[in-house]
């Protein structure tokens, strides 16, 4: 078997310490934080289209990284050839999963019967692949946004020709997302959205993405799919106006389509700060409604207003996140590397010093995270700070039995109330800082 990274050895944990730059620091696989080993804690998946597809184009310059693997890009050859490339990629960085869209797996072809048999071989191949090697798909999804016919999206398209072939594709992706034992199936809804109000007609096109929604999830359950459905929010690029915009919009969404019981989010730290969010706060919305399936870990550059698709490697944000997921009891999903190497960034070792920053970046933030809640401080201060809803006349609104004329009285008998506690934020950000950098 032809090795494509042969300049790479087999990548380990050798501690903080090391310079060894082909080691990890933080990620130490069977390490248990908080009762559980960390790979359990971290599933890690491999982002098809970045890692195997992408090549460091950008809006002024073409390629700048060689992703061929010894095969003529457009050719079956070369679909092959990312098949084995990444799974010797995933096998030296012990990743277990890969996320996929259909295009990422074979070139497009222009009718759906061929581009379904060229996915029927590399899906083949790829389950071949997977065989005694314990990696398998964190989640699947069609491509329903670079083609051009999806000029005008895809369940929302004025067209319903092309709403049947993004039923089509995702029929397709879903197959094989089962298939390849896939945890989740994600819609992204990049051309969802309008540049314009004058030629949209909003709410029609809401009730066809719901309904593509529950055709998709009626077929995926017909197949055997037991894995959660997400949607992945993101607020703008490609369209000026995308309608999954934040996790609370596709949170009310999913539930006025009822389609809340097959669906949860797969929330992205880049599109979290596109939406004037932190990745934190997308990550509690999601957990506090029951709602948080999936990561794209990734990470954004403040500076920029676009989607950068870093490799994360902010510690902070990084605990942030790993203290919402430890809170919220896990994830169903995983943690894709939505993520691309900088142009610059072209060789086949930055791609593997790439996984090595984000996969290290999470392992930080779990063990930092789990310090955080171990330590107790912060939750200590949270549930004093609604202490008075604890008993008397806010235990009373707490438990749904208060009405408006008891409060109005009690406000009358009090007086002039006292100044709500202290909020504390200093001295919580201190905490935080004093067990990051101990
Ligand atoms: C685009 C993006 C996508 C989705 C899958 O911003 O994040 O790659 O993750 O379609
Ligand atoms: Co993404």
Same mark, same amino acid.
């Given at each position: 078997m032809k090795e494509y990274f042969e300049t790479i050895p087999q990548i380990r944990y050798e501690g903080p310490e090391t310079k060894n730059p082909l080691a990890f620091r933080f990620y130490d696989p069977e390490q248990e934080v908080m009762g559980k080993p960390m790979r359990e804690h971290l599933p890690f998946a491999m982002a098809w289209w970045h890692n195997l597809g992408a090549a460091g184009t950008d809006m002024f310059g073409r390629d700048t990284a060689d992703k061929s693997f010894g095969a003529r890009? /457009?050719?079956?050859?070369?679909?092959?050839?990312?098949?084995?490339?990444?799974?010797?990629? &995933?096998?030296?960085?012990?990743?277990?999963?890969? =996320?996929?869209?259909?295009?990422?797996?074979?070139?497009?072809?222009?009718?759906?019967?061929?581009?379904?048999?060229?996915?029927?071989?590399?899906?083949?191949?790829?389950?071949?692949? &997977?065989?005694?090697?314990?990696?398998?798909?964190?989640? /699947?999804? +069609?491509? !329903?946004?670079?083609? %051009?016919?999806?000029?005008?999206? $895809?369940?929302?398209?004025?067209?319903?020709?092309?709403? =049947?072939? +993004?039923?089509?594709?995702?029929?397709?992706?879903?197959?094989?997302?089962?298939?390849?034992?896939?945890r989740g199936y994600v819609f992204w809804g990049g051309r969802e959205g309008y540049e314009s109000l004058l030629n949209t007609d909003v709410k029609f096109e809401q009730e066809n993405i719901a309904a593509l929604m529950r055709m998709a999830a009626d077929y995926g359950r017909s197949i055997g799919f037991e894995g959660d459905f997400y949607i992945e929010p993101k607020p703008k690029e %490609? &369209?000026?106006?995308?309608?999954?915009?934040?996790? $609370?919009?596709?949170?009310?969404? !999913?539930?006025?389509?009822? !389609?809340?019981?097959?669906f949860k989010l797969n929330i992205e730290a880049n599109h979290a700060t596109l939406a004037g969010h932190t990745f934190q706060h997308e990550l509690r919305i999601s957990a506090i409604?029951? &709602?948080?399936?999936?990561?794209?870990?990734?990470?954004?550059?403040?500076?920029?207003?676009?989607?950068?698709?870093?490799? %994360?490697?902010?510690?902070?944000?990084?605990?942030? =996140?790993?203290?919402?997921?430890?809170?919220?009891?896990?994830?169903?999903?995983?943690?894709?590397?939505?993520?691309k190497t900088r142009r610059p960034s072209y060789t086949h070792e930055d791609m593997f010093h790439a996984y090595i920053l984000g996969m290290d970046t999470f392992a930080l933030g779990l063990r930092k995270a789990a310090e955080l809640i171990e330590d107790g401080r912060i939750d200590a201060f949270v549930k004093e700070r609604y202490e008075s809803f604890c008993t008397g006349i806010g235990a009373k609104i707490r438990s749904g039995s208060a009405t408006l004329e008891e409060l109005a009285e009690h406000a009358r008998k009090l007086g002039a109330p006292e100044l709500p506690g202290s909020g504390g934020q200093e001295y919580l950000q201190g905490i935080v800082n004093s067990i990051l950098f101990k």
């Open positions: 890009p /457009g050719s079956m050859e070369h679909a092959r050839a990312k098949v084995d490339a990444g799974f010797e990629f &995933m096998q030296k960085l012990g990743i277990r999963y890969f =996320c996929f869209h259909d295009v990422d797996l074979v070139p497009e072809a222009d009718t759906i019967g061929e581009m379904n048999r060229r996915l029927d071989e590399i899906s083949d191949y790829i389950l071949e692949k &997977m065989q005694g090697t314990g990696i398998r798909c964190l989640w /699947g999804t +069609a491509n !329903l946004f670079s083609n %051009p016919r999806f000029v005008n999206g $895809a369940g929302s398209t004025n067209s319903a020709d092309v709403y =049947c072939f +993004a039923a089509a594709q995702i029929k397709k992706a879903l197959d094989l997302t089962v298939k390849l034992g896939g %490609p &369209m000026k106006h995308q309608y999954d915009f934040d996790a $609370a919009t596709a949170i009310g969404f !999913l539930r006025q389509y009822r !389609l809340d019981r097959d409604n029951g &709602m948080l399936g999936s990561i794209d870990a990734n990470q954004g550059d403040l500076l920029l207003g676009w989607d950068t698709d870093e490799f %994360p490697f902010n510690v902070y944000e990084a605990t942030m =996140c790993m203290y919402e997921v430890l809170k919220a009891g896990g994830l169903t999903g995983g943690f894709n590397f939505d993520a």
